[in-house]
Each structure stands twice: as structure tokens, then as C-alpha cells.
């Protein structure tokens, strides 16, 4: 069903908020399941709709399925009979992960076809980078009709070099090489913490991967992988929503279950801002009771300022003492939620990938639509500290990367509540987890 978030504005978030598993890395971790041809157990999986999807989508293509306590996410997925190396549910084009299936396919039996990915628009998104490391390991890949083919009478390990350090393409390039003849180096590779949590997985089921969260990635190809057990890592870009959502509303709120080490960089811009800040081993503390200095912002790749947190810094920055600029070096065109916070009464303009922003003593609620998942999440905040009632449509984007997120803001004093509009194609998905 469609459905909209009502949120009134003005109250300072507080309490305690637990985050859950890593979007990116759960998004990847599953379709590595079929590596193993065997049972997995994964848990702290977060329960969004992405995850549903590919649960779906594994579901499909044979894998057994079974929840065993949605409170911890914990979840056993058998593989072993999964028995085909084409993903062509319809579903592979509803959200952007599904191209995992190619790298995974691929390392497996050396073959696989699969719908091309969805996703967010948020740019180009090329999948170029994949397609050079799958054919660096012998692979001759085609696209015909929106679909993906790639096979190889066998994979060979090979020096890749990654023009950008693009996520989806070092873990897709991992998944392939893992049981590839050989050595394959990935240089050049995103350091991500979710690309270090995909290794750590593929190590646990038996791959020999060295220098995840480095530039260098070097894969020893192994004969054969195995289930295994697995707890995902904390989801950064959530555990950075929310501290951001603290600091906006003027609250007082401990961000538990988070590596503080993971959230450098979002931290040290919110100290330069004028937040308080606590980092225990486990938590960070976000406090606050005034207006942001204004700050320049510039999206990099990790440990550099993230990209997925660019729209809700910027809703924060639309309140600020002064000019702030974001620059969008990762996506092209990820400044399309900026017209809603205009609607807002957001003083914001954006010249190519450059965003400045002149604040505004107050934004005031209306009726927004979310353009992707983190814009989703930045106009949530960006209803939290608004006057008066802000209502946000196409919320379906933010549930495909936000466990809960209204039940959490709730229990933190937010104003905020779910209503029906219409219904829509999602109520075709079976409600695994
Ligand atoms: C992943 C994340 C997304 C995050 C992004 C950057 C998932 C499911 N999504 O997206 O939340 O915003 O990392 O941290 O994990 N590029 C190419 N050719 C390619 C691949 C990428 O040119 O083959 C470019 C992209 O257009 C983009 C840049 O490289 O400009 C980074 O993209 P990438 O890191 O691959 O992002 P995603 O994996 O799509």
C-alpha cells in the first residue's frame, strides 16, 4: 500500500536509539549466499524493504528461508538448492543491490544472467566498472533487453584497477573472484565499512580475501565456500540520520549500537557546527540547543564525508547562522529533494553539483514528496524541526532503507505517524521478514 508520514514539527527529540544492520552490507551479504550452497545464518539483518525484496528474490531462485526471531534479525537461509544462474524476476529491477546476483552467479558457475538493477535515481549509475573486473577475469558479458549475460569456460584471477572506488563494483568484482583460478587484485577499491563487513562475511564461508578497508583488495581464490554464521555491522547511515535528526530538533539523544570510528566524519562536521557531542565505545551522545554555524560540506568516498548523508546535513544547514555549501562529488544529480525544502521556505540554490544554502530561521511544514531514500530520510528531519504539520508521500522509499524509523523517532518524543493513501504493487510482495 502508498502510504505518507504526518509529522508535527517542534519537538526535541530524546532518549536512546538503537541502530540496526548495514543496508549495504545486508544488501550485499545475501545474494552471497548462494556462494556458499549451504546454510547461513545472518543476523541483526535489517528489517526494510530492500532486504525483503532479495529475500524474495533468493526465495525464487530456490534458497529455504526461515526467520528465526525478527527481534534480533536473525535469519537461516539454505542455498543448496538453489539450483540456476538466472535471476529474471521481475523484482532484480526494484532496487539497486539485485546487481550482486551477476558477481555471485558469476564465482559460482561461472555464468549468469540477470534483469539489470533499479534503484534510486540519484545519477548515471553506470555498472561499467563491474562489467570491466568480471571481463578482467575472462568473463564476456553482453546487455540485451534490459538484461545482463556473463559467462566464462572459466574465471582467472587478474590485477583490476577501478577508475572510481565504486562499492557496488569492488564487492561485486570480490564476489566473482572468490573462487576464481588464482590471485585477483582490486586496486583502487572502496573502503567502506559495509565493504569491510562483505569480506569479513566472505571470509567466514571459507574465501581468502586480504585488505578490505584499504585501497589494495587481494582475493586467493579458493575451491569452496561454506554457510556460515554472521552478525551484520551497525548501519552508519542510519546511526548518522539519526544523530542529525538530534541535532536539528534541538534534542538530547544517545545513538547506541553505532561504531563511532565509522561516523569521523559526520561527527567532526557537527562539532564545526556547534553540536555537543559524546563518543562512547558504543554510542555516540548528539545534544544540542541553538541554530548550526554555517559549514562547507564536500561528499568524498570513505573515510571522507558521505554522500548518503548529504541530504540530511543539508536540511540541518537550512536553518543555519550564515551561507553553508555542500559539493556533490560522488552522484550527479542528488540535489532533487532541494525543491521540497524550497517549498519548506529553505533559501537553497544548486549550480551543478554545488549546493549553497543561506539560512533560514525556521522551515515551515507542508505537503513534500520523497525523491530517493536518503532524500526520503532528510525531509522526515526535515518535518521534525519545521513549524506546523509536514506531510511526505512516496515514503516507500525511505522503508527501503529505514528499520522502523517512525517507531524510533516515536519513542524519542517525535510527533509523527503513518497513513494510508492508495494501493500500489507492494502488496504483491510476500511478507517474509
Ligand atoms: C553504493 C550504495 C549507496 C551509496 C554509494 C556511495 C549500495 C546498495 N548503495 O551505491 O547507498 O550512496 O555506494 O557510497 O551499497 N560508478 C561508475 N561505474 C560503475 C560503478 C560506479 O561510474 O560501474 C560511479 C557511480 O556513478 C558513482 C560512483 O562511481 O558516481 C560511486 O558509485 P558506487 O560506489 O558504485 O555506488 P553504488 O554501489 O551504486
Known amino acids: 500500500m502508498n502510504e505518507k508520514f504526518v509529522i508535527t514539527g517542534g519537538k526535541p527529540l530524546s532518549g536512546t536509539v538503537s541502530i540496526s544492520g548495514a543496508k549495504n552490507a545486508a544488501v550485499a551479504i545475501l545474494p552471497a549466499t548462494i556462494l556458499a550452497k549451504g546454510v547461513c545464518t545472518i543476523e541483526n539483518l535489517p528489517q526494510i524493504s530492500d532486504v525483503r525484496l532479495l529475500l524474495n528474490i533468493l526465495k525464487e531462485l530456490g534458497a529455504k528461508i526461515e526467520v528465526i526471531d525478527t527481534a534480533s534479525g536473525s535469519i537461516r537461509i539454505d542455498t543448496s538448492e538453489v539450483n540456476t544462474c538466472h535471476a529474471t524476476s521481475q523484482l532484480m529491477t526494484r532496487l539497486r543491490a539485485s546487481y550482486y546476483f551477476v558477481g555471485a552467479f558469476l564465482g559460482l558457475c561461472n555464468e549468469a544472467e540477470a534483469l539489470l538493477p533499479g534503484g534510486c535515481a540519484i545519477g548515471k549509475r553506470p555498472i561499467d566498472l563491474h562489467i ?47 573462487m576464481a583460478n588464482g590471485r585477483t587484485t582490486i586496486t583502487n577499491a572502496a573502503k567502506e565499512p559495509h565493504v569491510v563487513d562483505v569480506a569479513n562475511f566472505l571470509n567466514r564461508m571459507g574465501a581468502n580475501i586480504r585488505g578490505a578497508g584499504t585501497d589494495t583488495i587481494r582475493i586467493r581464490g579458493v575451491k569452496k565456500m561454506h554457510g556460515c554464521s554472521y552478525s551484520v555491522i551497525p548501519d552508519q547511515i542510519e546511526a548518522g ?56 560540506i564536500k561528499t568524498l568516498v570513505y573515510p571522507g564525508y558521505p554522500t548518503d548523508l548529504q541530504q540530511p546535513a543539508c536540511v540541518f544547514l537550512s536553518i543555519a547562522e550564515g551561507t553553508s555549501t555542500i559539493l556533490e ?105
Open 132 to 178: 570491466k573486473g568480471f571481463e578482467a577475469l575472462g568473463a564476456k558479458v553482453e546487455i540485451e533487453n534490459a538484461s545482463l549475460f556473463a559467462s566464462a569456460k572459466e574465471l582467472n584471477g587478474a590485477d583490476i584497477y577501478l577508475d572510481q572506488a565504486s562499492v557496488g563494483a569492488t564487492i561485486n568484482i570480490m564476489f566473482a573472484a572468490c
Open 241 to 296: 540520520t539519526f544523530m542529525l535528526a538530534a541535532a536539528a530538533t534541538k534534542g538530547d539523544v544517545i545513538v547506541q549500537n553505532l561504531i563511532p570510528v565509522h561516523m569521523e566524519a559526520l561527527t567532526t562536521k557537527l562539532i564545526e557546527m556547534g553540536v555537543g557531542i559524546v563518543r562512547g565505545d558504543d554510542y555516540i551522545r548528539v545534544f544540542n540547543d541553538r541554530r548550526p554555524k554555517a559549514v562547507n
Open 329 to 433: 562529488t560522488i552522484f550527479e544529480s542528488r540535489f532533487k529533494y532541494v525543491e521540497e525544502l524550497r517549498k519548506m521556505g529553505a533559501n537553497i540554490t544548486v549550480t551543478d553539483r554545488l549546493a549553497t544554502i543561506k539560512g533560514v530561521p525556521q522551515l515551515k511544514g507542508t505537503s513534500v514528496r520523497a525523491t530517493d531514500l536518503r532524500a526520503g530520510a532528510a525531509l522526515i528531519i526535515a518535518g521534525l524541526m519545521a513549524e506546523g504539520e509536514t506531510q511526505i508521500y512516496d515514503i516507500g522509499y525511505i522503508d527501503r532503507g529505514y528499520d522502523h524509523i517512525e517507531d524510533k523517532l516515536l519513542a524519542l518524543g517525535a510527533d509523527i505517524r503513518r497513513t494510508k493513501v492508495e494501493d500500489n504493487e507492494d502488496d504483491h510482495l510476500e511478507y517474509i521478514y
